[in-house]
C-alpha cells in the first residue's frame, strides 16, 4: 500500500435513504474489531471519529426530488477536508458509512488532494446499483441513488460543486463492477456517461478476475491511483443481509474477496470507503463483520 498509516472516519450518515438504519453502520464495524484487525496487519492506525451529521428529526426534508439535500451536502463538504487533510497527513483514509451519498465528500476530498499535485484519480465502484440518478430522473428522490452521478458532474450544484470544480473524477477512469438492479429514468445517464460497466452478466460470463483486471486497468489509466467504493450490497444479500438495498444476485463470498485482493495487489489504492451496513437488519453483526473481512482483504491480508 502506497501508505503504512490508515486513518479511519466515521460518516453515519442515513438522510440519503428511506430506510433507517445505516448512520449505526460505523459503528457495527467497528464494534466488529476494525481497529484492531487493521493493525494486525501491521499499519499504524488512527480512528478520527465521526464527522458532524444532522438527524432527520431534527431536519427538514425539503425538496421532494432531493431530500435533505442541504444536510447532505453539508456532511460531505465536512467529510471532504477531512479526508483531504488526512492525505496531506500521508495517511490513508478508511471511509465508514453511512450511506452511499457520502462518498460525494470522499471523492471530493481525494481528488482536491490530487488535484492540487496536478494529477488526476480513478475510481471503482463495487455495488448493486449504478448510484447514477439526478434529481429529475429519481423516482424516489433519495440522494443515496445519485452520488456516482454527482462525482462525474451530473447533479444537484450543492455536491456537483465541492471544492468549486466538477468533475471530481473522468467518466473514462471511473469503473462500476457489479451492477444489477438500475432505474428506468437512470439507464441513460450510465449508458451516455462515458462510465466504464461490468453487470454481473459480465462476471458470469468473464469471470471476476477478468473483470477486476479490466476495472483496475481502466481506473489507472493517466491517474496517481484509483478510490474504492465498497457498497456492502455488491455482495449477495445470502452473505450481507445487513445493507441499506439488498439485490438477490450479488457477488458470492469468494468473489468479494477476491476483488479486494486483486485489489491490494494493484498497488494502486488511494483510499476506501465502506458503506451501506445496516445493522438494525443484520443478523448478529454479521454484515459488519464481513466487511472488516473484506476490508483486511483490500489491506493485505491473505490466506499464506
Wanted: with cysteine; proline share 7%.
Amino acid at each position: 500500500m502506497p501508505h503504512s498509516r490508515i486513518s479511519i472516519i466515521g460518516a453515519p450518515l442515513d438522510l440519503g435513504a428511506s430506510r433507517r438504519g445505516v448512520d449505526m453502520g460505523p459503528s457495527a464495524v467497528r464494534v466488529a474489531n476494525l481497529n484492531a484487525r487493521v493493525a494486525s496487519l501491521g499499519y499504524d492506525v488512527e480512528d478520527l471519529g465521526n464527522v458532524p451529521v444532522r438527524q432527520a428529526e431534527a431536519s427538514p426534508a425539503g425538496h421532494p426530488q432531493a431530500k435533505y439535500l442541504p444536510q447532505i451536502a453539508a456532511t460531505c463538504e465536512s467529510l471532504a477536508n477531512q479526508v483531504s487533510r488526512t492525505l496531506a497527513y500521508e495517511s490513508m483514509p478508511l471511509v465508514l458509512g453511512g450511506d452511499h451519498s457520502v462518498a460525494v465528500g470522499t471523492v471530493s476530498g481525494v481528488s482536491h488532494y490530487f488535484r492540487a499535485k496536478n494529477q488526476k484519480v480513478g475510481l471503482i465502484w463495487l455495488d448493486a446499483h449504478a448510484d447514477m440518478n439526478t434529481p429529475d430522473s429519481s423516482p424516489s428522490g433519495n440522494v443515496h441513488g445519485m452520488p456516482l452521478a454527482c462525482i462525474v458532474g451530473m447533479g444537484p450544484p450543492e455536491l456537483t460543486g465541492i471544492f468549486g470544480y466538477a468533475p471530481k473524477v473522468a467518466p473514462a477512469n471511473t469503473v462500476i463492477v457489479g451492477l444489477r438492479d438500475v432505474d428506468a429514468l437512470e439507464k441513460p445517464h450510465v449508458r451516455d456517461s462515458g462510465v466504464r460497466v461490468f453487470t454481473m452478466r459480465d462476471i458470469d460470463e468473464r469471470g471476476l478476475r477478468h473483470v477486476m483486471r479490466e476495472a483496475i486497468a481502466a481506473a489507472t489509466e493517466g491517474t496517481a491511483g484509483f478510490h474504492l467504493s465498497l457498497d456492502m450490497d455488491f455482495v449477495d444479500p445470502q452473505q450481507a443481509p445487513g445493507v441499506g438495498t439488498p439485490v438477490r444476485g450479488g457477488a458470492t463470498y469468494r468473489e468479494a474477496h477476491l476483488a479486494m485482493e486483486m485489489i491490494c495487489d494493484s498497488g494502486h489504492m488511494l483510499s476506501m470507503e465502506v458503506v451501506e451496513v445496516n445493522p438494525v437488519i443484520d443478523e448478529a453483526n454479521r454484515t459488519a463483520d464481513l466487511a472488516v473481512e473484506l476490508i483486511m482483504s483490500g489491506l493485505g491480508k491473505r490466506i499464506l
